[in-house]
């Protein structure tokens, strides 16, 4: 009370909530790997802003990645959609919206690095949530991979796995508008449901078939020219021995191996990929950044034309960041995981 | 004796060795997988013309792909350089020589298809089972995966296992010749000392070594751009890792895998093909046989000037034959190995 009149800056400070990974995941995460922490934000200095979280994402990736990029104490590696609240760079005005790499927070601090502008035509009637997932990331991941890594071709045959998701959902689609045929495997009859809405020519579950090797035998009976593989493990296993010869596996994710305390095995793919001339490429999005700007006009042109649609399950609540992304994780979602603040 | 005089054709028939396989290999072949039958063979026909072999092949690919192409009782597969001793086809004159996918037998009958005549100007200093080897399919093998595989270009780091092999070997002096560094690895001392006579920079016995890990970082501590992948199984697994980001992998063969009764298991690659991006393509040489004439006067001409050389793990005897693929199998042989009949 007493320092109550003479620190009028200390008490415009915003406070950030900011989730923790307090320990590296084992397994599963759990809610004992997170911890919800509140940070006192400077104020923005000459060219920084002040940002304020509207969506967040939760995404596959972090799992694995985070091994890689982060230690133990940091705030959760991670991607948001915010405004501008106070700003001191005028490439960012207030009232603005950009997507930013910001991490598990609800309020930034940023000198402008790592911030892209939303587009400035952004649809009204569009939800700029879809900034995370169709016309963000993951549908960046689903073009450069049925571009840039498979070179898809009109007329031939594509597998999806994890087909429901954020990214093989536009994976389909995508597939569909070049003229190719697609099958779609995933893991709950709605999302079976949601694939067959979408356009695919065939979507199985593949926790309920008899048998995956069958079921992806009577999908395609003259097998597969490009699978995108967003799940590996035992299923790349049976679905390799089906890819035609010089099949292309475009490698970009393995969802069933991300909590894996000790790795999963199998055959090895050598005789395989030898008699059938298979090439397999893993990759990341980022590799093709420079064509970002023109790609996602692309994919909003499709949201706008209703070419390619969406799905998201929207988590509400910055407090259940930790709860949507270990749903993610087991497959609660139909579409892209988003929490909204 | 009755009929002695009344069938001059039947005596001069000629009768040809053939090696039979008996029953599908099961784990590393045996003696009791193989039968010497003796063939009758017929006069040759109108466009017909009578071979006999001089020198044959062996060669891992055997093994594999009799489970995939012959069938219990079949001639066993393979090519051999015979030597033109009746012809009724003016393409290949008596005398001549020719490459031809015969199987393992001492003389055939063929209406040319599948032969290919020699090199006209073969040099006489160079033996021809080079046309089994260097200058033949191995050799080929070499080239298109270092090529139009790997694309490897000077200053790259190559990796090449099974390095004192009939490929290998050619493997790692192409690679010398593009400027790059190279890293082999064999199975004995013996095998080292060859691959270091041949201009390898760095080679060691993975099974000596008291960690393939190790040796492998010591050879190359930045990693490695690309790797030639003759093995497969647990050498790939340790070897996966260790590419740098965006290398290629061509995987030409994997002879730890081949006589497997039950498939080995390993790690699954995903993460790490994703996280470092790299590509990984399986191919056989005959996708280039366009190429062939062309390829084949490279590699003569390198040979030829002493840049390319070669050695050869020389088996005599037509009835050795299985002897000498057992052998191949677990790594007898330094360079080609070759049966002169």
Chains 1, 2 share one sequence.
Not at 270 to 297: A, D
Not at 315 to 338: C, D, Q, R, S, Y
């Amino acid at each position: 009370m007493e320092n109550g009149d003479c620190c009028p800056k200390q008490r415009t400070m915003v406070q950030a909530k900011t989730w923790i990974l307090t320990k590296h995941f084992e397994g599963l995460p759990k809610n004992s790997n997170f911890e919800l922490k509140l940070e006192q934000l400077p104020e923005p200095k000459d060219g920084e802003v002040l940002l304020e979280a509207i969506f967040l994402t939760v995404d596959p990736y972090m799992r694995p990645l985070s091994r890689v990029r982060m230690n133990e104490g940091d705030v959760m590696i991670g991607t948001q959609v915010a405004k501008v609240i106070q700003s001191n760079n005028p490439t960012f005005p207030v009232g603005s919206h950009v997507v930013g790499r910001c991490g598990w927070r609800t309020h930034t601090v940023s000198n402008g690095t790592d911030l892209i502008p939303i587009m400035h035509d952004w649809p009204q009637d569009i939800p700029m949530s879809l900034a995370l997932g169709t016309v963000g990331m993951p549908g960046l991941t689903a073009l450069y991979g049925i571009e840039e890594v498979l070179g898809l071709k009109a007329g031939e045959t594509l597998l999806v796995n994890a087909a429901a998701g954020a990214v093989g959902s536009v994976v389909g689609q995508i597939a569909k508008l070049k003229g190719c045929k697609v099958v779609g495997c995933a893991g709950s009859d709605a999302k079976v449901a949601f694939l067959k809405d979408l356009g695919f020519d065939e979507a199985f579950n593949y926790k309920s078939v008899t048998s995956l090797d069958q079921a992806l035998k009577d999908a395609s009976p003259d097998g597969y020219d490009c699978y995108f593989e967003n799940v590996g493990g035992p299923f790349s296993s049976v679905a390799l021995p089906q890819m035609k010869n010089f099949g292309r596996i475009a490698v970009c994710g393995g969802i069933s191996l991300y909590n894996d305390t000790t790795p999963q095995t199998g055959p090895y793919p050598h005789l395989t990929m030898i008699f059938k001339q298979l090439k397999m490429e893993g990759f990341m999005q980022s590799r093709w950044e420079h064509k970002n700007p023109e790609s996602l006009r692309r994919l909003m042109a499709w949201v706008k034309e209703g070419k390619v649609t969406y799905r998201e399950h929207i988590t509400e609540g910055f407090e259940n960041m930790p709860a949507a992304f270990m749903g993610l994780l087991v497959g609660e979602n139909i579409g892209k995981a988003i929490v909204k603040v």
